[in-house]
């Protein structure tokens, strides 16, 4: 089994943030894929399904970013998983809008979603950095990350989601390389 989390914030006031593209991901997958109902569990909203020949429960925090950590631990423990069976799926200042990238452990840049599941579970874990690009200066940061995605970006936005959600299958398989390449592919169509 694998658990794929996706980072954001819980009330719908925080919805269309780009702090909450991770969310954003997870719902896409569920309904491309065809995912159970969600249940509340694991401090958070939980659905199951199947990738291709994969289980995956999906995991979307109810904790609020800083304290991400906590569901996805409860959801490891739960499930006596360690962290190779962890993908998460969040936003990335220092990627371009709308690029995908995937990596194994790394740095934190700040991002307390991040923080809080280091915290709890150690750096290495799987990410899906979904980019929202950097505004400039540091002090254009906040309001930045915890801004709605402009009408403008809406197309981008859908394209990408839907790109993630239907190359989710090489994720499944463990083929980062590919994922990344066919949801560029789809995004350049």
Do not use: C
Not at 111 to 131: A, E, K, M, Y
Not at 148 to 166: H, V
């Amino acid at each position: 089994m694998q658990i794929w989390t996706g980072l954001g914030n819980p009330r719908p006031q925080y919805a269309m943030h780009r702090h909450n593209v991770g969310f954003m991901a997870i719902d896409v997958i569920a309904e491309m894929h065809g995912f159970g109902p969600v249940q509340k569990k694991f401090s958070g909203w939980v659905q199951e399904g199947r990738i291709g020949s994969h289980k995956v429960l999906l995991l979307k925090p109810a904790t609020y970013m800083n304290e991400s950590g906590r569901a996805v631990g409860e959801a490891l423990r739960f499930y006596k998983l360690g962290t190779e069976a962890l993908t998460v799926f969040h936003d990335e200042l220092d990627l371009a809008p709308f690029k995908v990238k995937v990596r194994t452990g790394g740095g934190l840049a700040g991002h307390n979603g991040l923080r809080s599941i280091d915290q709890h579970l150690g750096p290495d874990f799987r990410r899906v950095r979904i980019g929202i690009g950097h505004p400039g200066h540091k002090d254009r940061v906040t309001g930045h990350v915890l801004g709605n995605y402009a009408k403008a970006e809406m197309d981008d936005l859908a394209d990408m989601l839907a790109a993630i959600g239907a190359e989710a299958g090489w994720l499944a398989d463990g083929n980062d390389a590919r994922f990344m390449s066919d949801v560029a592919l789809r995004q350049q169509g």
